[in-house]
């Protein structure tokens, strides 16, 4: 498998040995980012249910800031640490071997733009968006899903869908959540 675009174009990299994993192919991720455009330079990414990391690792190459690769799979992210080390961007990336469902929601909160390719068929998708829903995140979700699935919330506003055949991405955008605490103040401090 090789980068796509940016300053590592044309680098391969290693994917995990493992037959669940299935890494989002070229096609896909030169969509995602010609989608994404200069929104990626200088974001804080992460790479959730990152299997085979190429997108967080993509997004590095196409000007990210940091990267953070989070999968249950120790393998995969054995093998994403040796990809990034071989790229040289230890200071700029870290992986974590963490089921992403466990995650407090307020982790999220620093990563400007997520993506996400749950395993299909497991309602992941949906517990993601519910998990990011409890907390102040707001950003752009890149979700990797399959065909099937549509968007029925509120919280986030579709932005744009991608179909190629069974698997579909969603570029979903939440707006700043409102701090209530504070509202709440202004509110008291008008009346008095």
Not at 94 to 106: A, D, E, K, T, Y
Not at 132 to 154: C, D, M, P
Request: hydrophobic letters at 40%; one cysteine or more.
């Amino acid at each position: 498998m090789k980068i796509t675009g940016g300053k590592f174009r044309g680098r391969n990299l290693k994917v995990p040995k493992n037959a669940h994993i299935r890494p989002s192919t070229e096609k896909i991720r030169e969509a995602i980012f010609s989608s994404l455009g200069e929104d990626i330079i200088d974001a804080n990414i992460a790479d959730l249910f990152c299997g085979s990391g190429a997108l967080g690792l993509e997004g590095l190459s196409r000007g990210a800031k940091t990267a953070v690769f989070i999968d249950s799979d120790s393998g995969a992210i054995n093998t994403i640490r040796e990809n990034i080390r071989t790229l040289g961007l230890e200071s700029q990336a870290r992986g974590m071997v963490m089921n992403v469902l466990h995650l407090r929601p307020s982790k999220f909160e620093s990563y400007g733009i997520i993506f996400a390719d749950p395993p299909y068929k497991k309602r992941y998708a949906d517990m993601l968006l519910l998990s990011l829903q409890k907390s102040r995140w707001h950003g752009i979700l890149v979700l990797e899903h399959e065909a099937e699935w549509r968007y029925k919330g509120l919280d986030f506003k579709l932005l744009k869908r991608l179909d190629f055949g069974d698997s579909s991405v969603s570029f979903l955008f939440r707006e700043i959540v409102a701090n209530t605490d504070s509202q709440e103040l202004k509110k008291g401090s008008d009346n008095g």
